[in-house]
């Protein structure tokens, strides 16, 4: 697994835009739906460069292939950021620094405190720490390759379906990492396995939750999953975390669904803030 490290730095690269037509979507325009969650995605594939910024104050930062995925990850995800940020363009909406500013801005203590808490939360998990990353960071990513894989369908605009394969393969090398490592770390520690499964039950949120409005996380995860495809999709994700060493039967996509529909459903606001990506 180890030697992955290297064929992944010899692939990894800007997100290739060549052909993608933005201008189609002026004549063809996406649907009000589809664009609120491009913002949500946009957002939170620009926010990657924080999560770096708190996993570098835990032990991940001592391990040398785990820094090269990081720098490596936060790169790719940027570029991710920015084409959608094209796609929103298009759209005459506010993008990149525009977007991301204010975003930055309204989670104020919260993101102040992010390093902190990532810091202190490690320093008392130890050396099994990294085990939790990776495999936070897994679910994180299958569940962000799937929510691409479902706005392209619920969207049939061609133009979009071709953007988001494109970042879709870029992020299955990020699921391959991640559950990778997350595969080897928690099968060689029964303390690693009993920790990750205590925190994943306690505090996993899906993605995004820790820094958009909670509000957005339900419309998102109700609008890409709360069908009977994405529910066995989400199903699915929750398969391949009961493959994990100790993590069977937690049932966290498939929960969250549900409680994203009770929210919705309810008129509530939905899940609380998080820990978020935090992979």
């Known amino acids: 697994m180890r030697s992955d490290i290297e064929r ?8 290739d835009l060549t052909g993608i037509d933005f201008a189609a979507f002026r004549d063809d325009p996406l649907d009000p739906a589809v664009l609120r969650c491009l913002r949500y995605m946009h957002d939170v594939e ?15 930062h001592r391990d040398p292939v785990m820094t090269t995925f990081l720098t490596l990850w936060s790169y790719e995800e940027m570029w991710h950021g920015e084409a959608i940020g094209a796609v929103l363009a298009a759209h005459d909406e506010p993008t990149g620094a525009a977007r991301i500013a204010p975003m930055r801005r309204r989670l104020g203590l ?8 990532h810091s202190l939360g490690s320093s008392l998990v130890g050396e099994d720490f990294p085990a939790l990353h990776m495999t936070w960071g897994a679910i994180n990513e299958w569940t962000t390759q799937a929510g691409y894989a479902r706005l392209s369908n ?12 494109r970042i879709m393969r870029q992020e299955g090398r990020h699921v391959a990492f991640y559950a990778g490592e997350a595969e080897v770390r928690l099968a060689r520690s029964r303390r690693a396995q009993r920790m990750t499964r205590w925190a994943l039950r306690r505090l996993w949120r899906p993605v995004g939750a820790g820094v958009m409005p909670a509000e957005e996380v339900t419309f998102v995860i109700g609008t890409l999953f709360g069908d009977g495809d994405g529910l066995a999709m989400a199903r699915r994700i929750d398969q391949r975390v009961d493959r994990l060493a100790g993590l069977a039967g937690l049932h966290l996509v498939e929960q969250a669904v549900a409680a994203a529909g009770e929210a919705g459903a309810a008129g509530d606001p939905g899940p609380g803030p998080d820990a978020g990506r935090a992979a």
């Open 8 to 15: 992944y730095k010899q692939t990894v690269a800007r997100l």
């Open 154 to 165: 619920q969207a049939g605009h061609p133009v979009l379906t071709e953007l988001l394969s």
């Open 110 to 117: 919260q993101d102040r405190l992010s390093p902190l808490l």
């Open 46 to 60: 620009h926010h990657t460069i924080c999560y770096l910024r708190d996993l570098l104050m835990t032990p991940a």
